[in-house]
């Protein structure tokens, strides 16, 4: 069965007042809404969310969302893939729809983070390190560090590279009303900006963020009902990688990429260059040049030439993170990958306004932990 | 002890698992990483350090080169397994010498100073609290807290 998108929200990302349970039936209501289906269709609810136990005291998210938007007695489950939440929510609704269970799913993804200061949001991200990482105070940011210090010295590729990245993204950025930095910024900013994990810099980093969005899915033969405007998922698959990162035998693959690619580009029928767009999972600018590798665009140690060469501007042969990245955008953990297909499906129907590109075939990449778990998602135009 | 378990088939990991991660096989050796000395693959300077954790954070991933003999002290280091609980690997390994060929295994873990370099070698060195238990997140009791740090040689 062909598995379709027929709806697509997400609220503005950044420091909201907002708590979990607002975020999520925002996005959630706003997505019923623009696709014009009512509550009593909806069979499965799905939220994708790391922890909002841990930031918030608020657990059973999936419950209270379906009792807000009145989607009782759907059945309703929360997923947890850490960071790539999104990316598994939308695998499991793919499921939910492909397997016949459910006619029409909601997936909801939001985190509400930014209440924490720095130190303890960085705290409970880095819980889910292994006791011999966590112990020595390894963080996702100090694993960052580690492998772009790795990525420079094995492929002899200049620092400025890493900050190229941050400079498209936030220019990409501007034009993203939903947004948390829509602020250009220039090379020498990012490589002047703070020392966070020795050789990346502050600017190499997404922030810390409040946001949701959401995604609804249906057969072809439903979404023909509603609407002449959806996309198809052509192909999906997740895959994992090492829990410890250094018992991985290369830090600078990602072999979560390499294989939930292969399984989703296998799945499809396309190949990487049959992508007219991508966004990838810039969480830090390193993993931007580690997923163009890993995912097949370019050879493994070419990604900061290609990005220094213009390949994933938005007027490249590649465009990457239209949308501004989670550089820009912003990253709550649960909604980012939501988002990164909310911004492909725009990319598809035509509907990204001055972000737009020329675009078919969309891919997204959303990664867990560092790497250690991955959904790739490719969509088409039907 | 810095410890590293051996699977039946001759896999090294640290820290050890339940099962082998690459065979999926139960370990049935232990050896001891903190008499040996280590290359460093890579390595950071963290700053914005989470509750409980110094600032600067100097961390490193290192690789031990199970074949090289360091003038003989992995034969030291399975004798101080034998002190532990332990299996019979640990011994085995002190009989053996080169407990496998050409074999390597990693380890990460903070850095005495920031002056180092990937490639530069390294010795374990024992620190009784490297982060303050309680501070972050984790549960106190649930892992320990003393560990290794490298110094460079
Ligand atoms: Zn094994």
């Known amino acids: ?382 | 002890m810095l410890e590293a378990a051996r699977c039946p088939n001759g896999h090294y990991h640290h820290p050890p698992h339940p099962r082998c991660p690459d065979c999926g096989d139960v370990p049935d050796g232990r050896i001891d990483l903190a008499e040996r000395t280590a290359t460093v693959v890579t390595w950071t300077s963290a700053f914005a350090t989470p509750p409980g954790v110094r600032e600067p954070n100097s961390v490193a991933i290192v690789e031990f080169d199970l074949d090289t003999s360091d003038d003989g002290t992995e034969s030291g280091s399975a004798s101080d397994g034998r002190s532990n609980d332990n299996s019979p690997g640990a011994n085995d390994d002190g009989e053996n010498g080169a407990p496998n060929e050409g074999g390597t295994v990693r380890a990460i873990g903070g850095l005495t100073t920031d002056e180092v370099a990937i490639g530069d070698r390294v010795k374990p060195v024992y620190v009784e609290q490297v982060r303050a238990p309680g501070a972050g997140i984790r549960e106190p009791e649930s892992q320990g807290w003393d560990g290794y740090r490298f110094e460079p040689l």
């Open chain 1, 1 to 382: 069965m062909t598995v379709c998108i027929i709806g697509a929200s997400m609220t503005t990302f950044g420091r909201r007042d907002a708590w979990i349970r607002e975020l999520l039936a925002e996005a959630g209501g706003e997505c019923l809404d623009t696709a014009g289906v009512a509550p009593d269709a909806i069979d499965h609810l799905l939220v994708s969310n790391m922890a909002s136990g841990e930031f918030e005291g608020q657990t059973g998210v999936m419950n209270a969302l379906a009792h807000d938007l009145g989607l009782v007695p759907a059945y309703a489950q929360r997923v947890d893939q850490t960071s790539a939440s999104g990316g598994a929510g939308i695998h499991a609704a793919w499921q939910s729809i492909a397997s016949g269970a459910s006619d029409m799913t909601l997936l909801v993804g939001g985190e509400k983070m930014t209440h924490r200061g720095t130190p303890e949001a960085t705290d409970v991200i880095a819980s889910i390190t292994h006791p011999v990482e966590y112990k020595h105070g390894l963080t996702l940011p100090s694993f960052a560090g580690l492998a772009a210090r790795q990525y420079l010295h094995a492929y002899d590729a200049p620092r400025e590279s890493l900050a190229r990245v941050a400079v498209k993204n936030h220019a990409n950025g501007v034009d993203n009303p939903h947004a948390q930095f829509r602020k250009e910024i220039t090379i020498e900013e990012a490589m002047e900006s703070p020392m966070v994990a020795d050789p990346l810099r502050l600017y190499d980093f997404c922030p810390i963020t409040d946001g949701s969005a959401a995604l609804l899915f249906c057969s072809e033969e439903v979404a023909k009902q509603y609407t002449d405007e959806y996309v198809r998922v052509a192909g999906i698959a997740g895959a994992t990688d090492t829990h410890v990162v250094h018992e991985r035998g290369d830090p600078t693959t990602m072999g979560g990429v390499v294989e939930s690619s292969r399984r989703a580009y296998e799945r499809s029928g396309y190949g990487p260059e049959e992508v007219d767009c991508a966004e990838l999972h810039d969480m830090f600018t390193i993993l931007e040049f580690l997923q163009l590798e890993d995912l097949g665009f370019v050879e493994k140690g070419r990604a900061w030439e290609a990005t220094e060469d213009g390949m994933t501007e938005r007027d490249g042969d590649l465009p990457v993170n239209t949308s501004g990245g989670l550089k820009s955008k912003g990253h709550p953990l649960g909604a980012s990958g939501v988002a990164q297909v909310y911004e492909i499906v725009h990319q598809l129907l035509g509907t990204a306004g001055a972000r737009g590109v020329d675009a078919d075939v969309g891919l997204a990449c959303n990664v867990g932990g560092f790497g250690n778990c991955v959904t790739t998602t490719i969509v088409e135009a039907p």
